[in-house]
């Protein structure tokens, strides 16, 4: 790589001048290397579909692509059935990996298998591969013809996105949850805030590997092109990530716009029916939706089924009992996440409060099975998307929120805080974590 | 003649194609029939081939899902004209053929409007006059020249804008 100028740069145009061939900045178009193209199972068809008919090829790095039976698993129909065992068909005969029924959420499992790393470009045909950002990987989700080409390739081609600056100052309050930074990143920026940009965050220290997954998860729904976070904290001292030096942004790199988020000024937020950036605090809508019953409280997904994000809910739920009337559906983000959460008593915690727990994937998140709404139904949920219809009939409502606050709603069958959840007596919280 | 679909702003791909509907659940020869399923359910029954749909700002955000676009491909749609659009779905409109252009006409024309669409120049022609719509950014557009970046990649072994191997 040669730059005669040497212009400061983003992460995003870092990455993407490592992985080509030459320096690139924001609106150049680059050709580049991809380490991990990720295909979950609704789109499976379609990409073999490609692969063999459209471009008469198989992968040219088989281990460098995953395929992830998660969106709809176990599967719920013949037809869903059929196409999940073509695609474990397909697995076998190229060599590429399977993670199958039960392993968990696609955007998790890479995590936890180490298929993102620092510097890396992930492509996942799914939007919320932005992810991956959370390890400073440049996670992006494409459609299926583009999987196809990167799987068949080993490259893909980008625009070079421009990049917005958010910087984390302050402490968090204890109450608050990276949900709530997230739902005020998002509601700050817009939906379409960020289209065709990479959200680059600053947050210090601050944030663990999870909790910079809830952050880089939720850029897609900012429109952003990719979410990185910047190395530091927990990703230089728990994982063993080799981090290289040239990642961090250049001082005096050139950012389309730039934010600043004081966390101590941050109270739990919530996204309100029918857009992610439609976002309250929750004291807030608590007061307005005193009269609404709350039918489903949804804990888990790609945004927040984690290890971390059962416990909050754990912790909130400890002793109590779900209210008559509100159903609680908890779904761990993979199998990993499962065991944790049995082996520590978590689980049996939740079972106790009334919890209905489901198998590691991404449940009811896009209303395909395990839990969709009636019409006229409410939910709470600590999913991604509030869109018209997505977790069921049209005439449902779905509002996003952090863990702890979906826990407390489901104690009291009503949009609610933690601190509203009456404390229980010390024989009824024993056992379990 | 063509005619005009009129949508709103933040038009997002649960609208297009709602998840439960997806081919793999619906069926693969039905799926398309629940294009725009909640938010205008006669769309699928009553659109004509070479149709155009006009939306507002953001036009597809969320999910990656192509069978969204597909679906509006199997209608035969004649292309979508948006102030904007969501990255996945503009490169997943692209990489179908699916003519969009980045162009506000919601003040312009209306629901039922007839029209006539030339993809190759973006000229829009209505009653009320002729627009020029923009043209797809010029990187685009070698890839589009051999009918789809699928058919340039087969045909080329490399991406648009990729030197030759």
Not at chain 1, 37 to 42: A, F, G, N, P, T
Not at chain 1, 89 to 101: I, K, P, S
Not at chain 2, 86 to 114: C, K, M, Q, S, V
Request: include cysteine; charged fraction near 20%; charge should be negative.
């Amino acid at each position: 790589m040669s730059d005669p100028a040497h212009r400061p740069q983003t992460m995003a145009e870092k990455i993407l001048s490592q992985r080509g061939d030459h320096v690139v900045y924001a609106g150049d178009l680059a050709v580049v290397e991809v380490d991990q193209v990720m295909v979950v199972d609704s789109i499976a068809q379609s990409f073999i579909e490609r692969m063999q008919r459209d471009l008469d090829a198989t992968p040219k790095f088989p281990e460098r692509v995953s395929i992830v039976i998660d969106h709809v698993a176990p599967a719920s129909t013949v037809s869903v059935a059929q196409a999940q065992k073509e695609a474990r068909e397909y697995a076998a005969q190229t060599g590429v990996r399977l993670f199958d029924v039960g392993r968990g959420i696609c955007h998790q499992v890479l995590m936890e298998e180490g298929l993102a790393r620092p510097g890396w470009i992930v492509l996942g045909s799914d939007s919320h591969s932005t992810t991956y950002g959370a390890v400073a990987a440049f996670g992006t989700g494409m459609g299926a013809t583009d999987i196809a080409l990167a799987a068949a390739s080993g490259k893909t081609w980008l625009k070079v996105p421009e990049s917005v600056k958010v910087t984390f100052t302050g402490t968090l309050r204890p109450d608050v949850a990276a949900k709530d930074v997230a739902l005020e990143m998002i509601g700050r920026l817009g939906a379409d805030g960020a289209t065709y940009q990479s959200i680059e965050m600053h947050p210090g220290d601050r944030f663990t590997r999870g909790e910079r997954m809830t952050l880089a998860n939720l850029c897609v729904e900012a429109g952003a092109k990719a979410g990185l976070v910047v190395p530091g904290g927990e990703i230089l001292t728990e994982y063993g990530y080799d981090v290289p030096e040239w990642i961090y942004p250049d001082e005096g790199a050139t950012y389309v716009r730039a934010i600043e988020i004081d966390l101590s000024a941050l109270h739990p937020r919530m996204s309100a029916p029918n857009e992610v950036d439609n976002v309250y605090n929750v004291a807030e809508l608590r007061d307005q939706l005193r009269d609404t019953p709350v039918d489903q409280v949804f804990i888990g997904t790609c945004t927040n089924g984690r290890i971390e994000d059962l416990h909050a809910a754990a912790d909130v739920l400890r002793g109590q009992r779900v209210a008559a009337g509100t159903r609680l559906l908890v779904i761990p983000a993979s199998s990993e996440v499962m065991e944790q959460a049995m082996a520590d008593g978590t689980l049996l915690t939740l079972q106790r409060a009334g919890a209905v727990l489901g198998t590691p994937g991404c449940g009811p998140c896009m209303g395909r099975h395990q839990g969709v709404l009636a019409p006229g139904e409410v939910c709470v949920s600590t999913s991604n998307r509030n869109f018209i219809g997505r977790m069921g009939d049209k005439d449902a409502k779905i509002y996003l929120a952090s863990p702890a606050v979906a826990a407390a709603t489901a104690v009291m069958g009503r949009v609610a805080l933690p601190q509203d959840v009456p404390a229980v007596g010390v024989a009824a919280s024993a056992g379990g974590r | 003649m063509p005619r005009i679909w009129k949508f709103g702003d933040s038009v997002n791909t649960d609208d297009i194609l709602p998840g439960k509907f997806a081919p793999f659940m619906a069926g693969e020869d039905v799926f398309q029939t629940f294009a725009f399923h909640y938010i205008r359910p006669e769309f699928a029954s009553q659109v004509r081939p070479g149709d155009v749909l006009i939306g507002g700002r953001n036009w597809g955000l969320g999910s990656s899902r192509e069978y969204a676009p597909v679906a509006l491909k199997k209608l035969q749609i004649g292309g979508i004209v948006a102030p904007t659009f969501a990255r996945i779905h503009y490169r997943n409109l692209l990489n179908l053929g699916i003519p969009a252009f980045e162009f506000d006409l919601t003040g312009l024309l209306d629901d039922g409007d007839e029209v006539s669409l030339d993809v190759n120049t973006g000229v829009l022609t209505s009653a009320g006059g002729t627009v020029q719509l923009p043209p797809p950014p010029e990187f685009l557009r070698e890839a589009l020249a051999e009918g789809s970046i699928l058919a340039f990649f087969k045909k080329h072994g490399r991406f648009p804008g990729e030197p030759a191997p």
